[in-house]
């Protein structure tokens, strides 16, 4: 694509490297940049330019795209020592596509404004595959303009793109979309659970429950995954143990105090306490592998 923006796309994990793939066969310019360098050597064989720093990266980019693992990531990338603010340009566009906390959203972008950036927060729900097939939700915040011109863009990585709000208002959505996912992953783990412990084909209750109101993308999927105790990651489980504690600390932040979170992220906890953070946020099921006796069992 003659003329096209040049992307810096910085975080090469389970989804980010689809994502920057799917911007290059595009046309786009790409320069990429990952804590690894074997998904940079893969995206630089396929014609991407790889680069040594986030600063390096922003300064070769008119759109800066960021796809990390937690708040303090994004904020050293951005804003430490050869940072993205480092680099960039007045009247760039940074786009963070991270999940992370809706405070240090607000924070980076405003450190980024002082520059003359145009900024967004644009987190993604879809998982792999969603990443791959260029299918994902995308939830923003940031200023109409801002959207205007990542627009385009977005639409080459997802299907349901919702402008939500102002700064921090995609972050604050992701957190209710994983509530959502979380509690519904833990409902479903329940459920099969169940049934396992009672003798009942776990198969046969899906197949039941997809018919009836408890049908859910989560069942269909994740469902399927316990049954088949398919735990390689499409979602790591704890990243969702650290999207849950974000959507409990955004709760009281806003002075609600979130009960089922809460407990969904302790189930977390007790999976990664396990050494299975690593494992599909699924893997949930594993936790009823042996079944509590009652006291007066």
């Known amino acids: 694509m003659n003329g096209s923006p040049t992307i810096g796309f910085i975080g090469l994990g389970i989804m980010g490297k689809p994502m920057a793939r799917n911007l290059l066969r595009a046309g786009y310019p790409l320069v990429v940049l990952n804590r690894s360098r074997g998904p940079v050597d893969e995206l630089a064989a396929e014609g991407a330019r790889a680069a040594a720093t986030p600063r390096e990266v922003a300064a070769a980019s008119d759109i800066v795209i960021t796809m990390l693992?937690?708040?303090?990531?994004?904020?050293?990338?951005?804003?430490?020592?050869?940072?993205?603010?480092?680099?960039?340009?007045?009247?760039?566009?940074?786009i963070d596509m991270s999940t992370i906390a809706p405070a240090t959203a607000r924070a980076?972008?405003?450190?980024?404004?002082?520059?003359?950036?145009?900024?967004?927060?644009?987190?993604?729900?879809?998982?792999?595959?969603?990443?791959?097939?260029?299918?994902?939700?995308?939830?923003?915040?940031?200023?109409?303009?801002?959207?205007?011109?990542?627009?385009?863009?977005?639409?080459?990585?997802?299907?349901?793109?919702?402008?939500?709000?102002?700064?921090?208002?995609?972050?604050?959505?992701?957190?209710?979309?994983?509530?959502?996912?979380?509690?519904?992953?833990?409902?479903?783990?329940?459920a099969l659970a169940l049934a396992a412990a009672s003798g009942v084909d776990q198969v046969a209750v899906r197949a039941a429950l997809l018919g009836g109101f408890a049908q859910s993308k989560v069942l269909e999927v994740h469902g399927q995954r316990m049954i088949d105790r398919a735990f390689t990651p499409g979602f790591k489980s704890k990243l969702h143990r650290k999207d849950m504690n974000i959507a409990v600390n955004a709760g009281q932040e806003a002075g609600l105090q979130l009960?089922?979170?809460?407990?969904?992220?302790?189930?977390?906890?007790?999976?990664?306490?396990?050494?299975?953070?690593?494992?599909?946020?699924?893997?949930?099921?594993?936790?009823?592998?042996?079944p509590v006796k009652s006291a007066s069992s």
Do not use: W
């Open 69 to 94: 693992p937690d708040s303090p990531d994004v904020e050293a990338v951005v804003l430490g020592a050869d940072g993205v603010a480092a680099g960039i340009r007045s009247g760039a566009l940074y």
């Open 259 to 290: 009960a089922a979170a809460a407990l969904v992220r302790e189930r977390f906890d007790e999976l990664l306490a396990r050494g299975e953070g690593e494992l599909d946020h699924s893997a949930l099921r594993t936790l009823y592998d042996t």
């Open 108 to 190: 980076v972008g405003a450190a980024l404004r002082e520059r003359g950036v145009d900024v967004l927060d644009a987190p993604v729900s879809g998982g792999e595959k969603g990443a791959t097939d260029a299918t994902l939700s995308i939830m923003i915040g940031g200023t109409d303009a801002a959207f205007a011109r990542a627009e385009p863009i977005l639409r080459l990585l997802g299907k349901n793109i919702v402008h939500v709000g102002p700064d921090g208002a995609g972050q604050v959505t992701k957190a209710c979309n994983q509530i959502v996912v979380g509690v519904t992953i833990e409902a479903v783990a329940e």
